[in-house]
Structure formats: structure tokens, C-alpha cells
């Protein structure tokens, strides 16, 4: 068999993965992608390192079991607490996290190298952001934050508004410089990094209250850069055109569909859901 | 070995059940208490019923095997979804649950008869509640609402102030009459029911924007009752004083003792809290 007519596997906890998915169709119209999300156990970002790294590899073995040629873990909680566990089980394939992507724009993008990076509280207490920041520009001076309600905000399709912007605020006010706080000072971040793929859809209530000079980045557009690129590298794009996208939940076909929309921007019919169990 | 000596075991699929837990502790002195939330695979809210239904008897079980003489299911979620299952699963034992309890002090509170639930998405769409009230008093009225941010709200420990007013007026505001509304019409509600057992703690929130003739009721206090009346009927009251109480979780201790104290009221030290797998 041909490897590299296989699909492309994406895993994420639940449904922000999405947005990694939806860039990585952008680049790769001509590739399989086939997504699983853990629904079911959904949030991972406030469980344990152990509970994760658990749940992460069941969930990647299903993907490598259905035959994948490439793992991509578009979910930052996951990457940043169980890449080199997933790199160790399945040592025959690819697997690409959001972390070091992100942490690469971040740090393309700010000037004074002061960047402040939100998440989840699992992520931001394991320090991986931080981390792959420093390696990439140890002189960088790097804020971290969990921002645990933007989650169950994104998924509840309330993105915008007064409400969105209070608790944007009430999150990130000691941290970043706000819209109308007087003069820009060279000491506060120049950048926020957007370390959870749910956090995108917030962005516009994000815009609306920090100063104009704060530059916003996420990892998946980074993210499908490095997939586009590693395939090259490795000669394992589609020999034919496919584009087929399937789609695995481990709870709740509707529900995925009716919020995966949300992060899809476009609606995510039922019949190409199936459910699985882990 | 005499039965009436074992624990009361109380089930949550996290911590919220905890205000059970305290209701319960303070009718019962003298009994024992192990309580298990399944905070790894938390919030069961958002889930399928099949999927419920699942961990909710491997939870069950749990407690069965190690020794209780009571189940109760602090959780309404869980008992919506599952009690039928646990009833059939533990016929040795009594299982009692908070949606029965609920419905019983929403109908004594109402004069009007018309009731307002709010709970998690999966209780208000499997209507467990409603058909509890229907049971008790057919002509009622019940409008039921799912608040799904209500619950990681209470978790991050934000209970009141403006925000957490804003977004309980949006999820009530054409359910219940506010206050500074004008005039008492009889057509509204005039209990509210928390279906849920995070929502105590955004009650003052919940007060401070609803009318003054709205009554708020849950369930905690009414199960409790219902527990301390099924012991005495089946003579199972706990012979010589114990009182120890005992925290089983799935996940994260750390942070089982820190959301806890939020729900309890009172600290909770990390050392009476066991990590379990189920």
C-alpha cells in the first residue's frame, strides 16, 4: 500500500482543532484528513498531566489503527503534555504538535520580544509554551495566563458582545495594555499568543478592548505551514487528488456538529460524523 | 459485618455534588461519608445519555465494591440519566438521586405553580425534571433553560459581580421576571428550581436581577432530608458515632482541594482526597 494516499490524523480534545483543520484544507485541498475528537472527556485543559498523556495516546492509537500517515495534535493542552509520549509510542509516522508552531509566530511577530501567551490552566501551569519560546529567543520575556472560561465561551457560541469583552478583560487587564490606557511603554508585551485552538473565535471581543499595538497570533495557521512542509520534505503528499474530510467523536454526533460548525465557519453536516469509542 | 457501619457513598461526576455532601453532614453527624467525583471526565452536562448512563455505573461500582450501605447521586446530570440503570445495576441497596428531592421543594415552594429549572444542557434535554413536577402536580407550568457557562463559572470561582450578573440575565431574562420589571403578573413563574448543584453558589448573583417574589430552590437541602428519612425507615442509621469523611477523585487532587473549599464552604485538605482510576 502507499503510505502517502493515506489520510493526514488530527487530534484534539474536542472541537477547536477545527480551526487547525480548516487551515490545514486551506494549504492541502488535495489531502485526506481524518479528525478525532475526544468529546466524551472533553476539557482536557484542567485535568492532570498523567489523565492526558492517558487519554491522548488511546486517542492517537485509534487514529494510527485506522491508518494515518502523519499525526497531527491540534490541541495545545494535549501537544504540550504529551508530545514526546506520542513521539515515543509511534515512532513510524510524523506527529506535530500546535506548541513549537505557536511559539515560532509568536515570536516572528513581536518586536520587543515581551509576549504574553494565554491557554488553558493544564498548559500554562506546564510551562510548554514558555519553554519552546525560550529555546526559540532565550532573551524573550514571556507572561503566561489561563484563561479557563474562554473554552466553555467558545463552545457556548458567545463570542462577542459587552459580556465577552468584561471577561476578556477581567482576564487579561494585569497583563497587556488596553485600548485607551495612555501611552505605549516598551515593558509590556507587544504580543498575546493565542495558546488554545478555542481562543481564535474570541478574537474580535480580544481586538475590541487591548491597545492597537498588541499583535494577536495563534498556532494553526503556523501549524498547517509545518504539515504543508513536512510532507514535502518526506515526499508523502497525495499522489492523487482526494480532499475527503471524516470526522470521529467519541460523544454526541449533533452536538459536534452543531459547534464544530462554529469553529468550522461553515456548517459540518451529521452524516459525516461517526461516533467511536476509545 | 453489621451494614448500618458503613459509609454513605455519594457520587458526582465532580465537585459540585460537595453541597450535598455538606446538607448531608450536617442532618447526619454521625454517619460516615465517601464521596467520588469523577472530576477526569467531568462535565458529564454536555454529554450523550448512552455516555452518562456508562460512567456513571463504573463510578457506581466503585463505590459499591469498596463498602457503602446508601448510594446517593449528588449529581443531577448523573440521576437524570441514570438512576433507573444504578437501580437496576445495585437492587442490594438503596440509590436515591436529587431530581426527586428537587421537583418535591420546587412544588412546595410555588404558589402559582409555575416553575422555572435550570440545569446543565443534558438534564434540561432529557426533561427529567419536568416529568418529576409533572408527576407531583400535573397542572404545573414548567419552562426549563440550560445555563451551560453556569457551571465552569462556579468552578473558576467567580460568583458574583457584574459579569456574573450579565450572564445570568442573559440566560434568564425571558424566563423570569427581573427585578425593577414593574408589575407581579400571575402568567410567570415564581420559583426558580437550580437543577443543578453548582448553581448554589451563583444563587446571590441570580437574587440580586431577579424579582423579589421569585423563590429559589435546589435540591441539596431536600435530598439530604430524603437520605436521613430512607435511613430511619430501613433502620440502617449508623449504630455508634463515626463522621469521617473520606474524597475519592479521578483526577488532580490539588485541585480537587482547591475547587472543593469553594463548594464546601469550608477547607478541604488535600491529604482526605485519593486519586482513583475507574
Redesign the interface.
Known amino acids: 500500500m502507499n503510505t502517502a494516499a493515506l489520510p493526514i490524523g488530527i487530534f484534539d480534545s474536542g472541537m477547536g482543532g477545527l480551526t487547525v483543520l480548516k487551515e490545514l484544507a486551506q494549504r492541502l485541498p488535495h489531502e485526506d484528513l481524518l479528525y478525532l475528537g475526544d468529546?466524551?472527556?472533553l476539557p482536557y485543559g484542567?485535568?492532570?498531566q498523567e489523565?492526558i498523556i492517558r487519554y491522548t495516546l488511546k486517542a492517537a492509537r485509534k487514529l494510527v489503527d485506522m491508518g494515518v500517515k502523519m499525526l497531527v495534535v491540534a490541541c495545545n493542552t494535549a501537544t504540550a503534555a504529551a508530545l514526546p509520549s506520542l513521539r515515543a509510542h509511534f515512532a513510524a509516522i510524523p506527529v506535530l504538535g500546535v506548541v513549537e508552531p505557536g511559539a515560532q509566530a509568536a515570536v516572528a511577530a513581536s518586536s520587543n520580544k515581551h509576549i504574553a501567551v494565554i491557554a488553558t490552566e493544564a498548559t500554562i501551569a506546564g510551562g510548554a509554551y514558555q519553554k519552546a519560546i525560550a529555546r526559540l529567543c532565550p532573551e524573550a520575556v514571556i507572561t503566561g495566563r489561563a484563561c479557563?472560561?474562554f473554552?466553555?465561551?467558545a463552545?457556548?457560541g458567545?463570542m462577542d458582545g459587552?459580556?465577552v469583552e468584561?471577561?476578556a478583560r477581567?482576564y487579561l487587564e494585569d497583563i497587556l495594555p488596553l485600548t485607551g490606557c495612555g501611552e505605549k511603554t516598551h515593558n509590556e508585551p507587544d504580543t498575546l499568543l493565542l495558546g488554545c485552538t478555542h481562543f481564535p473565535l474570541l478574537q474580535d471581543a480580544m481586538r475590541n478592548i487591548l491597545a492597537p499595538q498588541v499583535r494577536i497570533v495563534d498556532s494553526a495557521a503556523t501549524t498547517a505551514d509545518c504539515v504543508a512542509a513536512e510532507l514535502r520534505l518526506r515526499k508523502m503528499a497525495r499522489p492523487t487528488p482526494g480532499g475527503e474530510h471524516r470526522f470521529l467523536t467519541?460523544?454526541?454526533p449533533a452536538?459536534f456538529a452543531r459547534t464544530g460548525s462554529l469553529f468550522l465557519g461553515q456548517s459540518l453536516a451529521e452524516g459525516r460524523i461517526s461516533l467511536v469509542d476509545l
Open positions: 468529546t466524551a472527556r484542567t485535568k492532570g489523565t479557563t472560561l473554552v466553555p465561551l463552545e457556548e458567545w459587552p459580556l468584561g471577561i477581567r467519541t460523544d454526541n452536538r
